[in-house]
């Protein structure tokens, strides 16, 4: 199993920058990529951005230019970098880790608790 904790959310004006932080413990070894998504009042769950254990990224359009995924695999953990918030980023985000298809196990999603963005206008 795989444990993920987020921080780093918080209150911030339009224009501001927050960095958010994500723990994974547990059974990591087997987890190819990681992301963030983010759920705003009302709408669906939507990826932000996502990294993989060779650091290929990808970004959601609405995000693209302002976000920035990266990881420390030292400490396990995986950052989002927000800049230029916008009140529309408002959302919780929430920390997403992948394991792929293997043979005696099918793929799976880990999700961590989420933590709130909320951007002043």
């Known amino acids: 199993q795989v444990q993920l904790v987020e921080s780093g959310g918080g209150l911030v004006q339009a224009g501001g920058s927050l960095r958010l932080s994500c723990a994974a413990s547990g059974s990591i070894f087997e987890i190819n990529s990681m992301g963030w998504y983010r759920q705003a009042p009302g709408q669906q769950r939507e990826q932000v951005a996502r990294?993989?254990?060779?650091?290929?990224?990808t970004y959601a359009d609405s995000v693209k230019g302002r976000f920035t995924i990266s990881r420390d695999n030292a400490k396990n953990t995986v950052f989002l970098q927000m800049n230029s918030l916008k009140p529309e980023d408002t959302a919780v985000y929430y920390c997403?880790?992948?394991?792929?298809?293997?043979?005696?196990?099918?793929?799976?999603?880990?999700w961590g608790q989420g933590t709130q963005v909320t951007v002043s206008s």
């Open positions: 997403n880790a992948r394991r792929p298809f293997r043979s005696y196990s099918p793929a799976q999603d880990y």
């Open positions: 990294i993989t254990t060779v650091d290929t990224t």
